[in-house]
């Protein structure tokens, strides 16, 4: 079993959507967790951290489920340029090592 | 977050030949990673470049074949060795700083393609 796992999509929205991806991880130790986006041949790029709490930041909310091991990222109110992959990021076991799922694609169509 | 620059950012090698890569940092950080991205994969961390000392390597990577340096806070080198076409990919600098909880942040990248 992968130790982060997302669906890859591709989510095909229409502007204005609320869409919604989910990640699970196999290691119940995991301490921090995080969204990261990245764009069409650039660098993944830090979204938001997720906390145990939940954490909004405008359009983008996240939320962890210890007990379920998964977190999620919702979107509101889709934009265009949300088009892009985004990451769900675990650290994982071994020393401050994090751990990359493999992406889910977003595509926002007007 | 702090900016990372990477040079080269893309470059075309012949199979057998070496790259280095290099990656600054314009602040003083406390861990320096490498990573590979294949074409449609994700990332996969390389190694963790330590100041002073040996680079510590992740299962599948070895030494010889990516050498790292890291001779102070803000600058690190990878080399790709006697390069493959498999070798192919892009090649990512990331740093963490001294503050947040594991937060890290990457440079452009380097896209590297073995002929």
């Known amino acids: 079993r992968k130790e982060v796992e997302q669906d890859p999509g591709p989510f095909n929205v229409p502007e204005g959507a609320t869409v919604a991806f989910n990640c699970t991880y196999s290691n119940s130790a995991s301490q921090s967790f995080f969204w990261y986006r990245q764009d069409c041949r650039k660098e993944p790029k830090l979204l938001m951290s997720?906390?145990?709490s939940g954490n909004e930041d405008g359009r983008f909310t996240a939320q962890l489920n210890r007990a379920s091991q998964y977190i999620s990222l919702l979107i509101r109110d889709s934009k265009l340029s949300d088009s892009a992959t985004y990451l769900c990021?675990?650290?994982?076991?071994?020393?401050?090592?994090?751990?990359f799922g493999t992406g889910t694609r977003l595509l926002v169509s007007p | 977050s702090a900016v990372i620059s990477q040079k080269p950012s893309r470059d075309i090698c012949q199979r057998g030949t070496s790259l280095t890569i290099q990656c600054q940092v314009d602040?003083?950080?406390?861990?320096m990673f490498w990573y590979r991205q294949q074409p449609g994969q994700s990332l996969t961390l390389i190694a963790t470049a330590n100041q002073g000392s040996e680079a510590t390597y992740e299962s599948g990577f070895v030494i010889d074949k990516f050498p790292i340096s890291r001779p102070n806070l803000t600058f690190s080198t990878l080399t790709v060795s006697n390069m493959s076409p498999e070798d192919s990919s892009i090649y990512l600098c990331?740093?963490?700083?001294?503050?947040?909880?594991?937060?890290?942040?990457f440079g452009p990248g380097t896209r590297l393609t073995v002929t």
């Open positions: 990331s740093v963490r700083g001294s503050g947040g909880i594991y937060e890290q942040y």
């Open positions: 990021v675990v650290k994982g076991t071994g020393f401050q090592k994090l751990v």
């Open positions: 602040s003083q950080v406390t861990m």
């Open positions: 997720v906390y145990s």
